[in-house]
Antibody, heavy 120, light 108 residues
Framework: QVQLQESGPGLVKPSQTLSLTCTVS??????????WSWIRQHPGKGLEWIGY???????YYNPSLRSRVTISMAASENQFSLHLASVTAADTAVYYC????????????WGQGTLVTVSS | EIVLTQSPGTLSLSPGERATLSCRAS???????LAWYQQKPGQAPRLLIY???SRATAIPDRFSGTGSETDFNLTISRLEPEDFAVYYC?????????FGQGTMVETK
């Protein structure tokens, strides 16, 4: 059973870079042809897709965030990461890592989520 | 981008009753690439339905999805106590994929 776990700072100052890591267990991120994803949820609101990455190196980002987002992978550690630059209070959210389902752009395995607050 | 509008915002029902949730897209989803998720407080979303009507692994058959073009429904045939939660629809027919704002199913 694949499990995902987010880690990283819970508080980031405005204008800084938000960095989170997702550790995957129960399966290799370099096999199976899956895309490894980040999705966020603003407090009390709906969900927003940030982007995803394939082991081969292909990355896809939400156009609304593309200028500030980088997703990278450390396959040897079975981890992938999110970096979001120049954050503002509007980036305060619960950030989830997730595995894109083999049948399309939906998500069948999720981490528990981590709250990141942007505040000075 | 495609906007998904879910209705109602809140549905108040009793266990054993039937729940019908609606998701309307601002443009046609020609490939019917619509998913439904369940989210309970403090938990991550759980995939229920993909491609409008296919149940994800281990999802009970009381959950069913229907619809095409711009109008989609999630039906829970008989509500169990564990079904009271927030439900989100997601379209992945056109990039960027987008989510609805959610429908809360609460105990009456």
């Amino acid at each position: 059973q694949v499990q995902l776990q987010e880690s990283g700072p819970g508080l980031v100052k405005p204008s800084q870079t938000l960095s989170l890591t997702c550790t995957v267990s129960g399966g290799s991120i370099s096999s199976g042809g899956y895309f490894w994803s980040w999705i966020r949820q603003h407090p009390g609101k709906g969900l927003e897709w940030i982007g995803y990455m394939h082991y081969s190196g292909g990355t896809y980002y939400n156009p609304s965030l593309r200028s500030r987002v980088t997703i990278s992978m450390a396959a040897s550690e079975n981890q992938f990461s999110l970096h979001l630059a120049s954050v503002t209070a509007a980036d305060t959210a619960v950030y989830y890592c997730a595995r894109r389902f083999s049948g399309g752009d939906c998500y069948d395995h999720w981490g528990q989520g981590t709250l990141v607050t942007v505040s000075s | 981008e495609i906007v998904l509008t879910q209705s109602p915002g809140t549905l108040s029902l009793s266990p054993g009753e039937r729940a019908t949730l609606s998701c309307r897209a601002s443009q046609s989803l020609s490939r019917r690439y619509l998913a439904w998720y369940q989210q309970k407080p403090g938990q991550a979303p759980r995939l229920l339905i993909y491609a409008a009507s296919s149940r994800a692994t281990a999802i009970p058959d009381r959950f069913s999805g229907t619809g095409s073009e711009t109008d989609f429904n999630l039906t829970i045939s008989r509500l169990e106590p564990e079904d009271f939660a927030v439900y989100y629809c997601q379209q992945y027919d056109t990039s960027p994929q987008t989510f609805g704002q959610g429908t809360m199913v609460e105990t009456k």
